[in-house]
């Protein structure tokens, strides 16, 4: 059997240029048909960042040597509910599960799953030996990796009750701006703002900002879903008396307080005097963040450069909870 390093790398080398021939191109039509959600670029850009991101064979190693004794116990039944909100974001547990010598048992949202049974299918074409199973509702399973809203979470630990269980609920993610931003890295800032529609627990909708900063983001063709939830937030917003910056698919509202926005296509400003006041409010507020994208340096334990946002390494957990060492755990 191929070693895990020779799967994923393989897997990478299989994904290149994904989009650019006519079966990859089928695929991409028949998920985007799935969920309206979806578009062609934010699929593309989703394979080529997981390609590059995880499936280079020199960073699969490196990642894999922090694990020494992953692959060498007995295999245990892991049951993978995968979320769908965007593209692929349920391949990385597939990844550590497989990567642990476990044996998966996935069950795909129905978001997502032409994109996720496709990469699947090319797994297995690359070592047929690969134990892929389909999840059965009721069935007994060692280890549980789910992710889902407070109820869908409530539910889990009910019906997974006994059972080691790495479950993740909704976070936010924050850009904190110095106020010198190039207009390429606010270009960037967009993208970690847009794509996928603004779905993802890495997708960018609280920014601060220096005070008297004035943020000019550049404006994008959305999907039509996101186009409606536009027009929905802008309307309200309206009645509501609220001022706003209308940025065509999104507008940008200064918050009373400092909080989330409600509406995905809504973009929360927040002006600062101090570093030290957005500090305290990242740490106070950790447990509701994914990640806080930011160029300046010390900021928080899950900062990312400007524009890598989507772009998530192997070693770049969600809710920074070590999945390889929850599956070293089971017993």
């Not at 799967?7 to 039509?29: N, P, Q, T, W, Y």
């Not at 630990?157 to 390429?184: D, I, M, Q, W």
């Amino acid at each position: 059997m191929k070693s895990a390093v020779e799967i994923f790398s393989k897997l990478g080398e299989r994904l290149a240029g994904f989009g650019s021939d006519e079966a990859s191109r089928s695929v991409v039509a028949r998920a985007v048909a799935e969920n309206e959600w979806f578009s062609v670029s934010d699929i593309r850009y989703a394979i080529e960042a997981v390609r590059r991101e995880m499936l280079d064979a020199e960073k699969v190693e490196r990642w894999l040597l922090h694990y020494p004794l992953a692959a060498t116990h007995e295999a245990k039944r892991v049951a993978i509910i995968m979320a769908g909100n965007i593209p692929l974001v349920g391949f990385f547990d597939l990844m550590c599960v497989l990567s642990s010598g476990h044996i998966p048992f996935v069950k795909p949202s129905s978001k997502d799953r032409v994109l996720e049974e496709y990469i699947e299918q090319l797994l297995l074409d690359i070592e047929p030996s690969l134990s892929i199973e389909k999840y059965v509702e009721g069935a007994e399973y060692d280890a549980v990796i789910a992710t889902g809203g407070e109820s869908a979470n409530l539910y889990f630990r009910t019906a997974f009750a006994g059972v080691p269980c790495l479950l993740r609920g909704s976070r936010h993610s924050v850009a904190v701006l110095s106020g010198k931003e190039s207009k390429e890295q606010v270009a960037r800032l967009a993208d970690d703002i847009f794509i996928h529609s603004g779905l993802g627990c890495r997708n960018v909708s609280l920014i601060f900002v220096p005070k008297g900063y004035k943020l000019a983001l550049p404006t994008r063709k959305m999907c039509r879903a996101y186009h409606n939830n536009y027009l929905q937030c802008r309307a309200l917003l309206t009645m509501q008396g609220v001022d706003f910056v209308d940025l065509g698919e999104a507008v940008m509202v200064k918050p009373v307080q400092t909080e989330f926005p409600r509406f995905l296509s809504q973009i929360n400003v927040v002006e600062y005097s101090s570093l030290e006041d957005v500090k305290r409010w990242l740490a106070e507020n950790d447990e509701a963040l994914q990640c806080v994208v930011s160029d300046i340096s010390g900021l928080h334990s899950r900062c990312v450069e400007i524009g890598q946002a989507q772009s998530p390494t192997l070693f770049d957990y969600a809710d920074e909870r070590d999945t390889m060492q929850f599956l070293a755990g089971i017993e």
